[in-house]
Nanobody, 120 residues
Framework: QVQLVESGGGPVQAGGSLRLSCTAS????????MGWLRQAPGKEREFVAR????????DYAGSVRGRFTISRDNAENTLYLQMNRLKPEDAAVYYC?????????????WGQGTQVTVSS
């Protein structure tokens, strides 16, 4: 059974940094594109960043481009999201997702999420 477990969330001041991790099990990690999405209270889940199977191609939402970096370690079955210069509007529950083709809100596998709180 596929499991995606996020960690690394927490409170941070605006301008600060956090690094999220997502450890995958129950799937052949290198066969899946991976990504991060987030959901703030009262809002729909939105795309943040994604990476292809080999880590050679990445894509970012405009709101985080230049501040966030997605990466993966296929040897460790782990996905990362380095978040710098955080803003209050980045506060949300961050979810890791896996997809055989391209991560989106319709991807089949999701973690339980990790909360990121940004204070101004």
């Amino acid at each position: 059974q596929v499991q995606l477990v996020e960690s690394g969330g927490g409170p941070v001041q605006a301008g600060g940094s956090l690094r999220l991790s997502c450890t995958a099990s129950g799937l052949t990690f290198v066969n899946y594109a991976m990504g991060w999405l987030r959901q703030a209270p009262g809002k729909e889940r939105e795309f943040v960043a994604r990476v292809n199977r080999y880590g050679t191609s990445t894509d970012y939402a405009g709101s985080v481009r230049g501040r966030f970096t997605i990466s993966r370690d296929n040897a460790e079955n782990t996905l990362y999201l380095q978040m710098n210069r955080l803003k209050p509007e980045d506060a949300a529950v961050y979810y890791c997702a896996a997809d055989p083709i391209l991560v989106s809100t319709k991807s089949p596998y999701w973690g339980q999420g990790t909360q990121v709180t940004v204070s101004s």
